[in-house]
């Protein structure tokens, strides 16, 4: 089993910036693809970034290209997203997750292991 658990979230305003940490236990870090997703009241949960086990390709949707970054860091076994000029519409439940495929796409599908989620909210 791998545990996922993720820290950062918060109560932020408009045009800030924010930091969320995922830190995986259970399984090698390396076996997984990590991704971040999130989720507002009353939709689906949508993709955000993902970074690939094979060949570290490093993919954005479109609402947070240029906005958001995703890195990981291996010895700590820990994936970030750091997000910057945040927006009201960014305010969702943001979900750390792992694949176990070496290049997953953004179907949550694709990601067989969760974590609890974490609260970020942006005051206009």
């Known amino acids: 089993q791998v545990q996922l658990v993720e820290s950062g979230g918060g109560l932020v305003q408009t045009g800030d910036s924010l930091s969320l940490s995922c830190a995986a236990s259970g399984r090698p870090f390396s076996w997984f693809s990590m991704g971040w997703f999130r989720q507002a009241p009353g939709k689906e949960r949508m993709f955000v970034a993902r970074?690939?086990?094979?060949?570290?390709?490093?993919y954005y949707s479109d609402s947070v290209k240029g906005r958001f970054t995703i890195s990981t860091d291996n010895a700590k076994a820990t994936v970030y997203l750091s997000m910057n000029n945040l927006k009201p519409e960014d305010t969702a439940v943001y979900y750390c997750?792992?694949?176990?495929?070496?290049?997953?796409?953004?179907?949550?599908?694709?990601?067989?292991?969760w974590g609890q989620g974490t609260q970020v909210t942006v005051s206009s």
């Open positions: 997750a792992a694949a176990l495929r070496g290049s997953p796409s953004s179907n949550p599908s694709d990601y067989g292991y």
């Open positions: 970074i690939t086990r094979i060949g570290g390709g490093i």
